[in-house]
C-alpha cells in the first residue's frame, strides 16, 4: 500500500510520526555539536569538574557520567532515542563520539572533548594548607580502635561536603588522634561509637582565630572505651 507524506506529498515507503524521512529529519537541528570539556585528576585519586569533585571512581566512568548527564538534559524521554558510543583516547584527551537516533535515523552528533589536567582537590589543598576544624581523640584496647577507626572512615564517606578528610596525627597502642577537615562529622562519630560501645566523650573548644571580630573555635571530641 502506498504512504504519502501529509506534509510534503511525496510517496515513501515508511513514515515516521506520519511523515516521511526528510520531513521527519527537519523537526529536529540534525547538526554536529562539540563540546569541550575539562577534568581534573588529584593525586589522591579524586576526579573534579566545574567545581565538583567526586571520589572512588574511575576515569572512564567519571567520563562517561558526564556525557550521560549532557545527553539526558537535552533528551529528557531517552527511552526513545538510541545512542552510539566511539571512544578513543590521547595523551592528556579522551575523546568521545556520540550519534543519536530516533526512529532508526540519525537526528544529531556530538564529539566531546575532555581535557585531562592535574589539579589539587579542595580535601587535599586544605590538608597541605594545615586546615582543620577539629580534633578527635580515641582512646581504647587495640582491636576496639580498629572499630573506631571504621566508624570514622564510614564517617567521613558518607560526608557529602567539603574537606571531608579525617588525617592521623598521632597514634600510639591505646590511642589515635585525628584532625578532621570539618566539625560536622563529630555527631555521627560520637552517636555511632555510643551506641555500640560503653564509652566516656568528653568534648572542648579552643580559640583558633578571630576573623572580622569574630572568635572562631576549633572542637576537640574526646572518646574513651570505659570498662
Known amino acids: ?10 510517496e515513501t515507503e515508511e513514515l515516521h510520526e506520519s511523515l516521511c524521512g526528510d520531513c521527519y529529519c527537519q523537526k529536529f537541528k540534525n547538526e554536529s555539536y ?15 569538574y566545574s567545581q565538583q ?24 524521554n531517552k527511552t526513545d532515542y ?23 535515523m540519525k537526528i544529531a552528533d556530538y564529539t566531546y572533548v575532555f581535557n ?6 579542595p580535601l587535599c589543598s586544605s590538608e597541605k594548607k594545615g586546615y582543620y576544624e577539629a580534633v578527635l581523640q580515641l582512646r581504647g584496647k587495640k582491636e576496639t580502635l580498629k572499630e573506631f577507626r571504621r566508624i570514622v572512615d564510614g564517617a567521613i564517606d558518607l560526608y557529602k561536603g567539603q574537606n571531608s578528610f579525617a588525617k592521623v596525627v598521632g597514634q600510639a597502642d591505646k590511642a589515635v588522634d585525628f584532625h578532621l577537615g570539618t566539625k560536622k562529622v ?29 572568635e572562631i573555635t576549633r572542637t576537640t571530641l574526646l572518646i574513651r572505651e570505659t570498662k
Open 1 to 10: 500500500m502506498k504512504k504519502f507524506c501529509p506534509k510534503c506529498g511525496k
Open 34 to 48: 562539540k563540546k569541550k570539556m575539562n577534568v581534573s585528576v588529584c593525586k589522591c585519586g579524586s576526579l573534579g
Open 53 to 76: 569533585w567526586k571520589k572512588n571512581i574511575m576515569l572512564d566512568d567519571f567520563i562517561d557520567s558526564l556525557v550521560k548527564k549532557d545527553l539526558e538534559a537535552t533528551y529528557k
Open 82 to 104: 538510541i545512542f552510539s558510543f566511539e571512544r578513543k583516547e590521547l595523551q592528556d584527551t579522551i575523546i568521545i563520539k556520540t550519534e543519536v537516533e530516533k526512529s532508526r
Open 116 to 121: 585531562i589536567k592535574s589539579k589539587m582537590c
Open 186 to 214: 563529630l555527631g555521627r562519630i560520637k552517636k555511632e561509637i555510643s551506641s555500640k560501645y560503653n564509652v566516656e566523650t568528653k568534648t572542648s573548644f579552643s580559640l583558633y582565630k578571630i576573623k572580622d571580630g569574630k
